[in-house]
């Protein structure tokens, strides 16, 4: 491992806390992508120490790895920080907070003003192609001409195509050697503005759900399943219909805004609360919501779970759950999320959920919300409702 520039300290990974995503605590907050990024781009890191330097920008840091070890190890200020996940962002205030290095970044959305005139960027990068190209044109456009963007991952989670997105907008990408199951690729010389591909973001698409006119999606690189109709949700949607009456329903991890975009339209009378913890998610979730005319009816908030609802507050709640958290595939986020509907619902108050049928979460929700019935099942998907006690 690289020494830290003198003058300089080392960082101690290990005290790295996951907070708030307490419902996964056997995963650590840090793996050895990270600690390969800071090592190779650790010369740069250095120089850019200088306070005539502009910052540095790093996107995707899961919990403060590589932000907190860039500043402890560089004693860099001013870092600019792009992370997806609300929970991302909280963990890393309460590790910076713990290891006395609360002011050494700030928070910025996946916008100009993140990369503007950077001339280094740290990227954890996303599984997903296009939020990989969404970041890379933002790159490419905005920072400054010599640029050096250290992109660094699991190798199993890496493939050959993410090379050839960064070669769309950058003029030089290479792959450095790989340690510990990790690598990192250098992409520089971003390509000038008469060579970069057309903006792609949003995208949009329609589908067919049984309504007079296609509910249209949009999406941002980063929301889970792009534009696609997601085939839980397509096997939920009609089954909605079967729902207690309410005066406001909630769509939680809303992603794309399909569930809520659904029963606005589908309930004139309805107002719709859509909560995603993902920046690009709720984005993506205003968008369709305007798309679909339906606007005016609902809110769309970025949150943790239900952290901002009162207990006892709610009539209708619908989730579609995750079971990952990043890439790791992982039961704990569902049980967070129907351990926070049973606490927001009123007596008889309802949480309809569609997940896959493997995943057996039926005795899950009696416990955590009240009882629960099978509405409908396919070979591969459940839809249960369960009603707060």
């Not at 002011?103 to 996946?110: A, I, K, R, T």
């Not at 969404?134 to 920072?143: F, K, N, R, V, Y």
């Not at 050697?177 to 992409?187: D, E, I, N, P, W």
């Not at 989730?319 to 129907?338: C, Q, R, S, T, W």
């Amino acid at each position: 491992m690289t020494d830290p520039a003198p003058g300089r300290t080392d960082f101690d990974f290990s005290r790295l806390r996951r907070r708030p995503d307490v419902e996964a605590p056997n995963l650590q907050a840090w793996d050895t992508a990270d600690t390969l990024l800071l090592d190779t781009a650790a010369a740069d890191l250095s120089a850019a120490a200088d306070p005539d330097q502009p910052g540095v920008v790093v996107i995707g840091d899961s919990y403060g790895a590589l932000t907190l070890g860039a500043a402890a190890r560089h004693g860099l200020h001013s870092l600019r920080v792009h992370q997806d996940p609300l929970s991302g962002e909280q963990a890393l205030d309460a590790n910076a907070a713990d290891l006395g290095l609360p002011d050494v970044f700030s928070h910025h959305s996946l916008t100009a003003p993140l990369v503007k005139d950077a001339r280094l960027v740290l990227l954890r990068l996303p599984r997903s192609l296009a939020a990989l190209e969404e970041i890379a044109a933002l790159i490419a456009a905005s920072a400054a001409p010599d640029v050096t963007v250290y992109a660094g991952g699991r190798v199993k989670h890496m493939t050959p195509a993410m090379n050839e997105v960064l070669a769309r907008y950058f003029g030089s990408v290479t792959a450095g050697l790989g340690r510990q199951k990790s690598r990192v690729l250098t992409a520089g010389s971003p390509l000038p503005a008469g060579q970069l591909p057309e903006p792609s973001f949003p995208m949009s698409q329609r589908h067919d759900v049984g309504l007079a006119r296609p509910l249209e999606l949009w999406a941002y690189g980063a929301a889970f399943g792009g534009t696609a109709l997601d085939p839980g949700t397509r096997f939920l949607l009609p089954h909605l219909a079967q729902a207690r009456a309410a005066r406001r329903a909630v769509d939680l991890g809303c992603g794309t805004g399909t569930i809520a975009a659904y029963l606005a339209l589908t309930r004139p009378g309805l107002t719709v609360l859509a909560t995603d913890q993902s920046a690009a998610a709720v984005a993506s979730a205003a968008r369709t919501l305007a798309a679909n005319g339906v606007a005016d009816r609902a809110v769309v908030t970025r949150a943790d779970a239900l952290g901002p609802l009162p207990d006892s507050s709610e009539e209708l709640v619908v989730l579609n759950p995750p079971f990952h958290i990043g890439a790791a595939v992982h039961a704990g986020i569902a049980l967070k999320l129907f351990a926070d509907a049973g606490r927001v619902l009123r007596p008889g108050g309802e949480l309809w959920t569609v997940w896959n049928s493997h995943l057996l979460y039926r005795p899950a929700l009696a416990r955590l919300v009240g009882p629960t019935r099978e509405v409908a099942r396919n070979p591969k998907f459940t839809v249960t409702v369960s009603t707060r006690r």
